[in-house]
Every structure is written in C-alpha cells, then in structure tokens.
C-alpha cells in the first residue's frame, strides 16, 4: 500500500533527501505561497459581508486553509520536488548473505528446522535477485566466521552464536571490498549477551546497513528452561547442600514437573513440584547430601513434559567440591552441664567436625577433651592469634564476658571479622546477659541487642517453632518437605530451658522461636554475618531433651548439632582463597581466576608471589602467574583459556620468600554445544535493534519479496545518487482530489454551493 501511494520503498524516504529541480528559488516558491494565501485571505473578507450568518468566522478560516494547502502544493508541484538518495552501482558491490550455523538452528518447528527455513526463503528468488544486481558472498557462523559457496552447506552444528564478533569480521573486510550490505539470517540467540556497541560503531563507520532476517518462534508454546542453579562450590562430606533452582515455562501452569539432581547418574534427590505462572521465574529450592570427598558433576534437572519443543534446555551441570578435610572447634563451657555431654556425641558421630572443649570444673580448674596434644590450651582459653586462629569454629556456653583478659576478647572479635570463622554464643547463668556480654567488646557481633536486665535465665520449659526462614534454612531442616519440616519440630519435647535474648539487629535471621508457656514468643536461633564470618545465638542449654526422650532411633538432636555446627566452619576460609566466577563455562574458553592470600594474623598480603598450577583433560598442563589487583590488597588475578572441553583443576600456590603462605584448589570445567540449548526463542528485540541501529531493516523469514528490491539503497560500497521524482506520485493526485473535495463537501453542507 505504501508503495502504491508513494511509488518507492519507504527507505527511499528514510534515507533520501528532498530536492527541489526547478529552475526558480525557493526563497521564489515561499514568496508565492504567502502571496496566494493572502489574496485568497482578502477575498474571503470581502466574502464576508455578503456572507450568511452560518459562514462566518472558523468557518471561513477553515475553507481559506483548504484552498491555500491547494495551492501551496500546485505551487511546489511547479517546482519539481524529487528525493535525491544513495544507491549500489550494480555488479560493482558486494552483498554479504550470513547465516546462522548453530545448534539453536536445528530446532524443528512445524515439522523443519529453522535452517531449512531459512535456506528456502532465500532460495525462493530472493539469492537470484541479489545476484543479478550484486556480486554475492555466502558465509556460515557459528563461534567463528567462515566462507562456503552454498546454502547448503549450512548445517546448524557450531557450539556458540557470536553474531557481534563475526558482523565485525565481516565489516572488517569492507576495507579492501566494496561491501555494500549485509544480509543476517538468525534466531538471534547470542551467547555473549548481544551486540557490543563496539561492533555497531565499526558498522556505522562503514555505513553498511545490517538487514536482519528472524527465524524461528518468538516465543515457545510448550517449553521449561532452568535459567540458573545456584549452589555452594563448596561442601563438607555428608553435608546438606541447597540447590536453588530458578525456572520459567510456557503452556504448563499449573502442572506437575520432576526436579531431579543427579551425580554420575546416580540419583541425590528428587522433588515434585508445581508449575506457577506462564513466563515468570519460578524458584525452587531442592536439598540433597553432598556424600564423599571428591568433585562432584551435579546435573541438575526438570523431566521433560509432553509435548515439549525443547527438552535441551532442561538441565544444566555445577561442580562442587566436597572437601576432604576436619573444621576444628573449639567449646568453652563454664559449668558440666547435659548439653555439652550431647553435643560431644553428636560431633562424634560426624566424620568431619572435631570438636575441642574447655570445661571449666572450677574457678582455676579446667578439663580439656579433643586436643591434639597434651600442652595444647594447657593454659586455658588460647590468648595467642596463631592458637586460636587455628581453629574455624568457637562456642562460648554459660561462661561470663569477665573471664576472658582484654585481649582474648579482642582476639574473639577479630576471630570472626578478619579470621572469617564461626562464633556460637548459648544460654546459661552465665551466658549472654546474665554474663555481661551485652556490655562487652563483643557486643558489637553479636547478632541480637541483649536485655539490659538480669533474670534473663529460666529454667522453665519452652517449646520451639520454626519461623518461614527456619523452614527454609538448612540449620534446621531435619525433613526435606518445609512443611512437615515444621511440623517434626513443633512435635519435639520441650526444652529444660531458655533465655531471653533481647530484640535481633537488622540484619540478623531469626530461624527459631521458644514457646514458654509464660512469656508469649521469644528468639530462640538467631545467626548473622559479621564481618568475613558469622555469629549465631542459641539461647538454650536444655535442647538435649530431643535425645532423652524420644526413641533411640530418632536422630533429631544429632542432625540439628551436626548441621548447625557445619554451617558455623563450613565457610570459614583458610589462608588462601582460589575462586573463578564460572565454574561451569559453557562453550566459552576464558577462565578468571582470583585468589586472596592473608599473612598470619589473616590481614592481606600485597607481597606475595602466587601462581596457578593447572590440569585439564588430554594431558593439558600449564602453569600462570597471578597479578595483584590495585584496586583489592591481598587479591590476586589471572586468566587461563581453557581450550578443551572437560574438567580442568587449578591449585593455587602462595609464597612470601622462600616460606609458604598456603594452598588452595579451585576446580572449573568447560562443556562445549551447551549455550546453544538456552534462549533459543527467536531474540526478536536483538534482530530489530541490531538493523535499526545500522540503517538496515528487519524482516521476517515469510516476508522477504522486497529485501531485494530495498537492499540496493545503502552508502556503503559504490554508490551513485538517484533522483526519483514526487510530483507524479499517487498520493499528490489523491490528496488534490481531497483538498478540492473536501472544500465542496463542506460548502454543501454549510448549505453555500
């Protein structure tokens, strides 16, 4: 229809500019308009006396506008106005035709792949239009770009979809060939993210417009996609890991879906869950064991429905480290009581805690158990950094703030800000405010401000409920329904005892509250971050209740001290960190390391000579020096590529001199074709963007009859300007005939023709 007004493309307009051929100015045209539509003002005054009442006024001024657009456009008609715009000098320019070669365009859709789609929407004339016009250069491209003399040898196997870089390889040859345009034919699945504004640019530069051709649906009808796992990297043996599980669907609300999470095909949990609304992002959380040492390939899942479009997209890996080593910590309790004897045998049913406690008999008596050698603490509580930093965990029980010299306090403080260990505060008649932590150095960590009273201390029964965060927080999770993980806890015996903990900071968790009969709700398990590592209060010493009076068999006590003591070390870091952001790269080959090396009282070391020694599939081996970051002190940096897929291990060595400073092992792994599986809807907002921004024009795979005919108006390559006439237009001839029409159709019904 535009064309049949017009007579030209719309580009012609968009990109041409407007000419006057006559042989007058235009100052001459401008004149003359001002001049008609002032003479056709005065008659229409001096019309008005003999005017009717009824044509007076707005009116008049509205058949005087008529009659003068009439004659402003006879007027310019007599100065000739033409479009002056660039054109492609035939058979001296290149046209590049590009076509997507990735995995993304395997995808069948009504019974072909978009390839094939795509290939025969080019083969129905449009390859044989262009080439009578242009000399034509055919490429395929995938994670790189390469020339192929037929449409056919497009096979839709490469691994990535990098449409900025290989665009930019394309214009980059426009220095030595008149490239006069580009043809993209894609889904526009990119796997970097987009098109970087660097690659535009170079094509703005070149002036060489981009017309893009989409293929394949915008969006599924029947599809799930994991969008993104996030789990720890790393775990202690037969710890309880989180996968938190963020997915969309299309076509299934309300349905059932399987959620699995798999380690060498050997099945670590299963969970059924319901699918929620169309296209927005659901999460789920889903618990498994995190079994031996060693790393472990999850794979984690949703099953694949009926009717599904895309099942690739169901499943992505992460690695997790589950670490071979025993947390150290250590408990101080000032007096024998039942939950110190309970916890000891929970820690000792666990392969991977040690547990080292002070108890205190005495004034100036203590029994130690768990040391690793007969003068260790055999002066008591350590007052030195290196004896108490080695350690990852601490417990104070019911022993008083004043106990502790100055600067075992201060080492207290530091342990969990600079050290990033774990600091467990408990109940007792001497603990938390009853023993004057409130007011100590250590208030500031503590994650609840304490009651400014004594009698905090009750020795009255309480029953515990989980709050929504207990629910849904490892510490507490004793079954791996959140709902009947709430019920098994409202079902355990009451407590011996409880504290009275005062109000939770801001940025405290409350995971547990106590229940006495007496006192309404109170906090009973509160943990916080503080500096690199946490706090927590459990304001009880009557919790071995849950082992006294339930069957021998129920391990509720022991899971609740096992885990509530992993998550107090599992975080606390050693010397040296190792850490890359992408453990899993998926079909990309750059590996950024990172690492942060601290000296013996655990502040940063900026002298350090750290490298990365690295092992990967086929025998690759290679060793990297990491640079200090300017910006970070005590962080180093460092990129590997990773040129093969598989897993790769990095371990991370610091030095000061000739003396260690520690060690640590990262692991990452690089899976090839595995990008491609995701976001495979036709990225339609790319496509349009992309030949927006660069002059060209976006088509759909159906609708491809004019790209020929409007591919020949660009600036790039040879280029001649054209001068297409308007004057002969349709829509002149229509709009004369509406102008003088409309001023006859008004005057009738004004009641004046």
Same mark, same amino acid.
């Not at 535009?2 to 006057?20: C, D, Q």
């Not at 601290?598 to 092992?615: E, G, H, W």
């Given at each position: 229809m535009?064309? /049949?007004? /017009?007579? =030209? *493309?719309?580009?012609? /307009?968009?990109?041409?500019?407007?000419?006057?051929l006559g042989a007058w100015p235009v100052w001459a045209l401008m004149a003359l308009i001002l001049a008609g539509a002032a003479l056709l003002a005065m008659a229409s005054w001096r019309m008005r006396a003999r005017a009717t009442s009824g044509m007076r006024g707005t009116r008049m001024v509205t058949l005087w506008l008529l009659q003068s657009s009439l004659l402003a456009l006879v007027l310019l008609l007599l100065w000739q106005p033409a479009i002056s715009v660039a054109t492609l000098k035939p058979q001296q320019n290149i046209v590049a035709v590009v076509l997507d070669d990735s995995r993304s365009m395997s995808l069948s859709e009504d019974g072909r792949t978009r390839k094939d789609q795509a290939i025969e929407a080019l083969n129905k004339g449009v390859i044989e239009q262009l080439g009578r016009k242009f000399q034509l250069r055919l490429y395929r491209f995938s994670s790189g770009l390469e020339r192929i003399e037929k449409l056919d040898q497009v096979t839709a196997q490469g691994n990535a979809t990098r449409i900025g870089e290989n665009l930019a390889q394309v214009a980059a040859e426009s220095a030595t060939l008149p490239i006069g345009a580009i043809v993209l034919a894609s889904d526009g699945a990119d796997n970097t993210g987009g098109v970087d504004l660097e690659t535009v640019s170079l094509l703005r530069r070149h002036r060489i417009p981009v017309h893009t051709i989409g293929v394949g649906r915008e969006k599924f009808q029947k599809d799930i996609e994991i969008t993104d796992v996030q789990v720890a990297p790393r775990a202690l043996a037969d710890s309880r890991l989180s996968a938190q599980v963020t997915l969309k669907h299309r076509g299934y609300s309300q349905a059932k879906a399987r959620l699995t999470v798999k380690s060498d095909s050997a099945v670590l949990a299963s969970q059924e869950i319901t699918l929620k609304a169309e296209g927005a992002l659901q999460s789920e959380s889903v618990v498994f064991n995190a079994g031996t040492a060693g790393v472990k390939n999850l794979q984690v899942a949703a099953e694949p429905l009926t009717g599904e479009e895309n099942p690739n997209n169901n499943s992505v890996v992460r690695l997790v480290n589950v670490e071979n080593r025993k947390p150290r910590i250590l408990y101080i309790e000032g007096e024998p009581k039942w939950e110190l004897k309970f916890i000891r045998r929970a820690v000792e049913e666990d392969r991977t805690l040690q547990l080292a406690t002070i108890l205190r008999t005495t004034q100036n008596k203590i029994y130690r158990q768990g040391i690793s050698n007969p003068a260790e603490m055999e002066q008591g509580f350590p007052s030195k950094v290196d004896d108490l930093f080695a350690f990852q965990g601490i417990i104070i029980g019911g022993v008083e703030a004043g106990y502790f010299t100055a600067t075992q306090m201060e080492l207290l403080k530091q342990f969990v800000d600079r050290r990033g260990g774990g600091m467990l505060f408990l109940a007792g008649r001497g603990g938390l405010q009853e023993g004057g932590w409130g007011k100590s150095a250590m208030a500031d960590v503590m994650p609840v401000v304490l009651a400014d009273r004594k009698g905090t201390f009750h020795r009255d029964p309480a029953y515990v409920e989980l709050t929504q965060a207990g629910r849904e927080s490892l510490i507490c999770r004793l079954e791996e329904s959140p709902e009947k993980n709430a019920e098994r806890w409202k079902k355990l015996p009451y407590l011996a005892d409880y504290q009275e903990t005062g109000t939770p900071k801001p940025g405290a968790i409350v995971l547990a509250d106590a229940l006495p009969s007496s006192k309404g709700r109170l906090p009973l398990l509160i943990t916080q971050h503080y500096g690199r590592g946490r706090v927590g209060v459990f304001a009880t010493q009557g919790s071995w209740r849950w082992q006294m009076l339930q069957p021998l068999a129920d391990k509720s006590h022991e899971m609740f001290w096992q885990q509530l003591l992993r998550w107090l070390v599992q975080d606390t870091p050693g010397r040296v960190i190792a850490s890359t952001p992408k453990p899993v790269l998926a079909d990309e080959t750059r590996v950024p390391m990172r690492a942060e090396i601290?000296?013996?009282? =655990?502040? *940063?070391? &900026?002298?350090?000579? %750290? &490298?990365?020694?690295?092992?990967g599939p086929q025998g690759v081996a290679g060793q990297v020096e990491m640079r200090p970051d300017p910006l970070v002190p005590g962080t180093y940096l460092a990129d590997w590529r990773?040129?093969? *897929?598989?897993? =790769?291990?990095?371990? %991370?060595?610091?030095k000061r001199g000739e003396e260690e400073a520690g060690r640590d092992v990262v692991n990452f792994r690089r899976e090839d074709g595995i990008a491609e599986n995701f976001g495979a809807e036709q990225n339609r907002e790319l496509l349009e963007k992309l030949a927006a921004e660069t002059g060209g024009k976006y088509y759909r795979v159906s609708d491809l009859a004019k790209l020929p005919a409007e591919i020949s108006y660009s600036e790039a390559g040879i280029t001649i300007r054209e001068i297409k006439d308007l004057w002969n237009m349709p829509a002149v001839f229509f709009l004369i005939v509406l102008l003088r029409a409309g001023e006859w159709l008004l005057r009738r019904r004004w009641g004046v023709v």
């Open positions: 535009l064309e /049949f007004l /017009f007579k =030209y *493309p719309g580009t012609v /307009f968009t990109k041409g500019n407007l000419v006057l601290r000296d013996r009282n =655990y502040l *940063p070391m &900026s002298d350090a000579k %750290v &490298s990365a020694n690295i092992l990773a040129d093969k *897929p598989g897993a =790769y291990v990095a371990e %991370v060595l610091a």
